[in-house]
């Protein structure tokens, strides 16, 4: 979805948004039912936390000796097991779907430094070229994608705007 702005290569040396700290440990994916039985085909041992009403998380168990946590899914050599069936979040990633004072905005992690590295106007360009009507109208069917707004990472586009 992002091959214009991100190379498939950069993303697969990089892996750093399969990679959670025991502070953004509720950032991993947000996952469908279908999602989430594709998940349980390919590791049956993996569990899950419910999100809303039709959505789930990989439960993760903190320990003193892990400050990291890699994604379930995620084969060092291959990248994500589910190939292009992966979650919703992580085919628009570094984009995100945030709420901010009862408003749906798309925002953009400052993790990826390569985006981040972009100007902004080319950013929201690329989101008006059609991925910000996905990324809305995804919201609009699953709200349980909508996450808090952190302060930190950058807005791009309100839901309101016209494109």
């Not at 996905?134 to 309101?160: C, G, M, T």
Request: proline share 6%.
């Amino acid at each position: 979805m992002l091959t214009k702005l991100l190379s498939r290569n950069t993303c697969a040396e990089c892996k750093l948004c399969c990679i959670f700290s025991r502070y953004n440990i509720l950032d991993t994916p947000i996952l469908s039912r279908e999602i989430r039985q594709k998940c349980e085909q390919l590791l049956p041992d993996i569990k899950f936390i419910s999100k809303g009403k039709e959505s789930y998380l990989f439960r993760m168990d903190l320990t003193e000796e892990q400050d990291l946590f890699s994604c379930p899914l995620l084969n060092p050599e291959s990248g994500c097991m589910l190939g292009t069936e992966k979650p919703f979040d992580c085919q628009i990633w570094p984009f995100e779907i945030t709420e901010i004072n009862h408003k749906i905005a798309i925002t953009i992690s400052n993790l990826c430094d390569v985006m981040m590295q972009q100007p902004v106007y080319i950013l929201i360009d690329f989101l008006k070229q059609g991925l910000a009507e996905k990324i809305f109208s995804y919201a609009e069917q699953n709200p349980d994608v909508i996450r808090p707004y952190d302060y930190i990472n950058p807005v791009l586009l309100w839901k309101h705007e016209k494109f």
